[in-house]
Nanobody, 117 residues
């Protein structure tokens, strides 16, 4: 499985960005797709995740501001980020978790999001 993340950039506080993660396989074959982020000097953390059944979960810090969604026709998962804050500045990564044919996970390359105050 290959994942291609895109959509990062520089935005002012209060602005919006949409990240995309294109998978090389059908989203139906991936149990969970997630967006993670890693700020300088900090550990990588889960931002949002979506299952192939459509269930979602979010980090408390982004609830109400970020929305994760999937487009099965395009094998792409999106992260819509609104009301961005400087503390959202980080490298964002997408991750795919599969259970079949064997438990495995895959990471995309990171995309940098910088929020200026």
């Amino acid at each position: 499985v290959q994942l291609q993340a895109s959509g990062g950039g520089l935005v002012q506080a209060g602005g919006s960005l949409r990240l995309s993660c294109a998978a090389s396989v059908s989203l139906f074959s991936i149990n969970t797709m997630g967006w993670y982020r890693q700020a300088p000097g900090k550990q990588r953390e889960l931002v949002a995740a979506i299952t192939n059944g459509g269930s979602t979960n979010y980090a408390d810090s982004v609830k109400g501001r970020f929305t994760i969604s999937g487009d099965n026709a395009k094998n792409t998962v999106y992260l819509q980020m609104n009301s961005l804050k400087p503390e959202d500045t980080a490298v964002y990564y997408c991750k795919a978790d599969r259970l079949f044919p064997r438990p495995s996970n895959y990471w995309g390359q990171g995309t940098l999001v910088t929020v200026s105050s």
